[in-house]
């Protein structure tokens, strides 16, 4: 049987309407085209970065029982991680350390289980872009295990814009798709992290997967392959996945938002094209 969460966030209407213009002005603002040939070069290739990628069972292992041999600030984060480092090193040598039980801080909902949601649905979504997250407990504190991605620097790091060119428009479409199916209202610079052309990771969803329904980036071009898949999720194989995690009002809410991107999707082929808005 399935916990019950405790209620989502609810805030006033004032409060949430200037939250969500200043959250979307400055969403906007990370979009601003930058040439690749304006950015360092390239860190770590796509392989490498990804490096769960066929071994996800023996990482999810790793970071739930390799012993930690210290705990540090990482100094970034509104929510505070720490970063966790482990013996053995191998096959990974730390993780992004998240205890936050679920409940309201400062007017935002967060819990350490969306950030193991957010993995479990970016595999079932074959996105690629979630690393490993698992639940643990260190010490007296349960909240969850993230791997470290190393040799990657975030979108801040880099001068805080998200490189333009044809190189990028998929995994941003990716990106923006994700997180108005999962209700991300906290993509920033720091947690999209870049590497050779085309290669974004995703990190830090502990705000996300509220029971909100609306929709937090403007439907205009999707990936068609990811869409694709996004029309496959049902209330059945989103239980199987995310029941662990999240109680049936966040699931239910997950479809609604798809079925909200389906019909964003509709108008925008009626007005520009199939061709225009589904981007293979």
Known sequence: ??????????????????????????????????PSAQLPAPIIDASAARQW??????????LKSADIMRIEDIGT?????RRAFLSPNAPVESLV????????????????KSEIAAY?????????????????????????????VSGM??????????????DWGKPIRQMQMFDN??????????NILIGQPGDIILIDHSRAFTSDKKLQNKVERVDADLWERMQTLTRENLTRA?????????????????DAIAVEVEKQIAKRGRALVLLP
């Open 1 to 34: 049987m399935m916990r019950k969460m405790p209620p989502r966030r609810r805030h006033g209407a004032a409060t949430s309407t200037i939250a969500s213009l200043a959250t979307f002005v400055a969403f906007c603002a990370l979009f601003t085209a930058v």
């Open 77 to 81: 984060g509104v929510t505070r991680p």
């Open 120 to 148: 479990e649905l970016d595999r079932l979504l074959n996105m690629r872009m979630v690393p490993p997250a698992v639940e643990r407990k260190i010490g007296d504190e349960t909240g969850a295990a993230v791997m470290w």
């Open 53 to 62: 990628l066929g071994q996800e069972q023996r990482i999810e292992e790793h």
């Open 97 to 112: 350390w998240k205890a936050l039980p679920p409940g309201r801080r400062q007017g935002y909902w967060e819990s350490y």
């Open 242 to 258: 995310l029941g662990p995690w999240l109680d049936e009002q966040a699931i239910t809410a997950i479809i609604t938002r798809r």
């Open 153 to 166: 620097k975030s979108v801040k790091e880099l001068g805080g814009k998200v490189p333009g060119g044809a």
């Open 181 to 190: 199916l999962i209700r991300n209202i906290d993509r920033n610079a720091g």
